[in-house]
């Protein structure tokens, strides 16, 4: 998991809950897909996310799978590593 934040951190992304502020996160291991858009008959049956639950109050953020799986890096997968 800390080849995710590394990652995220090279992008000035803030890797504090914004509930409670604490930093311990889990569920990398797993991506779910997000098949509509709210209010709206859009279906992109390719995005897909990985949510990850803040270990103190339990907030869950999403992260884009398309960002973490970023073209731009010559194919170079920034896909996280399974478990912690």
């Known amino acids: ?3 995710i934040f590394d990652f995220l951190k090279s992008r000035d992304a803030r ?8 930093e311990q996160w889990h569920g990398w291991d797993e991506r779910v897909a ?11 049956r390719s995005t897909e996310a990985f949510p990850l639950t803040c ?3 339990g907030f ?6 398309h960002v973490l799986d970023d ?4 194919g170079d997968s920034h896909l ?3 478990g912690s």
């Open 15 to 22: 890797m504090s809950c914004p509930f409670c502020g604490h």
């Open 1 to 3: 998991m800390k080849r």
């Open 55 to 57: 270990a103190n109050c």
């Open 34 to 44: 997000l098949d509509t858009v709210s209010e709206s008959e859009t279906v992109d």
């Open 60 to 65: 869950i953020r999403l992260q884009s799978a």
């Open 80 to 82: 996280p590593e399974t």
């Open 71 to 74: 073209p731009r890096e010559g």
